[in-house]
């Protein structure tokens, strides 16, 4: 759980900058949508992290089972926080879904993270 809760404050943090960088550049309505759209990237890594790694077990059934049910509703989620996220600022898309992706790749540097 502490992976996940490092990379959920580091894909704020990254949320955090590219909101800033988008109200400067675009607009305070920009920057929310990018804030916004660093906020479900976080929220969904400490969703999942917490729903896979909350509940401790040895046995390797009930890990798998946490796991697989942990990615479809981390999946629901997605669409539904999208869903409304579109809809509150379907003009500002981009910011939106540049500043997730962004936040994204904190996954790929998580890797070279030692334990």
């Known amino acids: ?3 996940a809760t490092q990379i959920a404050l580091l894909q704020l943090l990254i949320g955090g900058l590219g909101a800033g960088g988008w109200a400067v550049n675009s607009g305070l309505r920009a920057g929310l949508a990018a804030a ?10 400490f969703y999942t992290g917490l729903k896979t790694f909350g509940i401790a077990s040895e046995n390797p059934e009930v890990l798998m089972r ?4 942990a990615q479809a509703r981390k999946f629901a989620l997605a ?5 409304v996220a579109v809809q509150l600022f379907g003009n500002n898309f981009a910011p939106l879904i540049t500043t997730f992706a ?3 790749s904190v996954y790929w540097f998580a890797l070279l993270w030692k334990s």
């Open 1 to 3: 759980m502490k992976t």
């Open 36 to 45: 916004c759209g660093g906020g479900i990237a976080a929220l969904l890594t």
């Open 66 to 69: 946490n796991f697989y049910r």
């Open 79 to 83: 669409v539904v926080l999208f869903g």
């Open 102 to 104: 962004v936040s994204l």
